[in-house]
């Protein structure tokens, strides 16, 4: 089950996973993109795919959608808790609203499917949980703070859930990549609103992103769909509680 799986990197996780050979969630605010990208899953993999509209935040409807997991499949292999949002401000010009949306998605969701996929996962004595985390996890993010603090909380969830599940055979990690710098949220948003924030252009800001790498380049969807399947998989049986970098070596702790 991949959380903001319709577009972007979850579209991507939800097409790896098929291909590694899973049978696929496609959870998404959007149902009718998330309804489009099932349906491409299935159809180049040949695995099960289907889509549940979901909004993370609220908890009816996260609860309702992994007991339609359960219904459909039987059981709950793998969470994926990749639903997210940015909304980038200073602080002393950061909105109320923003704040609370900000970490409604990328908090709120988090422990909300986490919850109610652990229920599952203990019944069973196995699962594993995988949250999409940031490098702004490990390190503050300037003029982005909403942001930061949803993702440092979030790697404080992950640990805290690998320790109360770790009797039941459940993992939990999370994965902190880089920027994304060709994804949907970059190119659809981040890149206008970082436009403004700085004074230069879109392409500027690209440019400037890409220079704080040490490895010069962006982060790529399969980049972090690598390190997720390990994590999924029983070769990283003996790791729980982690938040692997894949930053290109911007961020090392």
Same mark, same amino acid.
């Given at each position: 089950?991949?959380?903001?799986?319709?577009?972007?990197?979850?579209?991507? =996780?939800?097409?790896?996973?098929?291909?590694?050979?899973?049978?696929?969630?496609?959870?998404? /605010? %959007?149902?009718?993109?998330?309804?489009?990208?099932?349906?491409?899953?299935?159809?180049?993999?040949?695995?099960?795919?289907?889509?549940? #509209?979901?909004?993370?935040?609220?908890?009816?409807? $996260?609860?309702?959608?992994?007991?339609?997991?359960?219904?459909?499949?039987?059981?709950?292999? =793998?969470?994926?808790? %990749?639903?997210?949002? $940015?909304? &980038?401000? #200073?602080?002393?010009?950061? %909105? /109320?609203?923003?704040?609370?949306?900000?970490?409604?998605?990328?908090?709120?969701?988090?422990? /909300?499917?986490?919850?109610?996929?652990?229920?599952?996962?203990?019944?069973?004595?196995?699962?594993? =949980?995988?949250?999409?985390?940031?490098? &702004?996890?490990?390190?503050? &993010?300037?003029?982005?703070?909403?942001?930061?603090?949803?993702?440092?909380?979030?790697?404080?969830?992950?640990? !805290?859930?690998?320790?109360?599940?770790?009797?039941?055979?459940?993992?939990?990690?999370?994965?902190? #990549?880089?920027?994304?710098?060709?994804?949907?949220?970059?190119?659809?948003?981040?890149?206008?609103?970082?436009?403004?924030?700085?004074?230069? &252009?879109?392409?500027?800001?690209?440019?400037?992103? =890409?220079?704080? $790498? #040490?490895?010069?380049?962006?982060?790529?969807?399969?980049?972090?769909? +690598?390190?997720?399947?390990?994590?999924? !998989?029983?070769?990283?049986?003996?790791?729980?509680?982690?938040?692997? +970098?894949?930053?290109?070596?911007?961020?090392?702790?």
């Amino acid at each position: 089950m991949v959380t903001g799986g319709a577009q972007g990197l979850g579209a991507a =996780i939800c097409l790896r996973l098929a291909r590694e050979g899973c049978d696929v969630v496609v959870a998404d /605010l %959007n149902a009718e993109q998330a309804e489009q990208t099932a349906l491409a899953v299935a159809n180049e993999t040949g695995r099960r795919a289907i889509a549940l #509209p979901v909004n993370v935040a609220d908890e009816e409807q $996260v609860r309702e959608m992994v007991d339609a997991v359960v219904s459909e499949f039987g059981r709950l292999d =793998i969470l994926v808790a %990749n639903a997210g949002v $940015v909304r &980038s401000s #200073p602080v002393d010009e950061m %909105n /109320l609203r923003d704040w609370k949306l900000v970490m409604d998605v990328n908090l709120t969701g988090y422990f /909300l499917c986490a919850k109610y996929a652990a229920a599952v996962m203990k019944r069973q004595k196995s699962g594993v =949980i995988i949250q999409i985390n940031s490098k &702004s996890g490990k390190k503050g &993010s300037f003029k982005n703070g909403a942001y930061a603090a949803s993702k440092f909380g979030g790697i404080g969830l992950t640990q !805290s859930i690998a320790l109360e599940l770790a009797e039941y055979g459940v993992r939990v990690n999370a994965i902190c #990549p880089g920027n994304l710098l060709d994804s949907p949220l970059w190119v659809g948003s981040l890149y206008e609103q970082y436009s403004k924030r700085l004074g230069v &252009s879109e392409e500027e800001v690209r440019q400037r992103y =890409i220079d704080q $790498v #040490p490895m010069r380049r962006g982060c790529t969807y399969e980049d972090v769909t +690598n390190v997720l399947v390990f994590l999924a !998989s029983d070769q990283s049986s003996y790791m729980t509680g982690q938040a692997i +970098n894949v930053t290109g070596g911007q961020e090392m702790r």
